[in-house]
T-cell receptor, first 112, second 111 residues
């Protein structure tokens, strides 16, 4: 089944404890992206990538890192999480020549 | 990137046709208009995309006037399951660029 998977789906952590949220797609998509969603603010893009080793900042990249070492994976790294990073996170992917993005199920992160 | 403006919320009764309009005054020549639907705690789902005039699929229709400064998503005969947030996006097809979803339009379908 063609899909985008994220892990973990739920995570409660404490301030300053490094964490990684994984994202993987099995559709051979070139473009991958991370978003965060907060009440009243809609979906905001954190980072995006057009292919292996090519990543760019979205609208809210502060406090986050990403890597794209393999085409199918695009992990989101929080080196030192803070409570303002408590949010619902979505990973998405699409083909290079298309607009339709396919979203993962989301990761609900709480930073205490 | 062209900025989009949508109503924050709309209510509709079951069985009615719903039209959600998106304003994008600064749309560029190469930009397409894409609409997504999002249910609570789920990722957005692509609904429809268009460049000009009218596009229809099994879920919705998209109307785009000649000046392309706005677009209207039309949902025929809505049901309770259409209650969701609808986002309008504008950008080059397949372009490598930031994506801005905005806050979308929250549609509440009433029995």
């Amino acid at each position: 089944e063609a899909q985008v998977t994220q892990n973990p789906r739920y995570l409660i952590t404490v301030t300053g404890k490094k964490l990684t949220v994984t994202c993987s797609q099995n559709m051979n998509h070139e473009y991958m992206s991370w978003y965060r969603q907060d009440p009243g603010l809609g979906l905001r893009q954190i980072y995006y990538s057009m292919n292996v080793e090519v990543t760019d900042k979205g609208d809210v990249p502060e406090g986050y890192k990403v890597s794209r070492k393999e085409k199918r994976n695009f992990p989101l790294i929080l080196e030192s999480p803070s409570p303002n990073q408590t949010s619902l996170y979505f990973c998405a992917s699409r083909l290079a020549g298309e607009n339709e993005q396919f979203f993962g199920p989301g990761t609900r992160l709480t930073v205490l | 990137l062209a900025k989009t403006t949508q109503p924050i919320s709309m209510d509709s009764y079951e069985g009615q046709e719903v039209n959600i309009t998106c304003s994008h005054n600064n749309i560029a020549t190469n930009d397409y208009i894409t609409w997504y639907q999002q249910f609570p705690s789920q990722g957005p789902r692509f609904i429809i995309q268009g460049y000009k005039t009218k596009v229809t699929n099994e879920v919705a229709s998209l109307f785009i006037p000649a000046d392309r400064k706005s677009s209207t998503l039309s949902l025929p005969r809505v049901s309770l399951s259409d209650t969701a947030v609808y986002y309008c996006l504008v950008g080059r097809t397949g372009g490598y660029q930031k994506v801005t979803f905005g806050t979308g339009t929250k549609l509440q379908v009433i029995p």
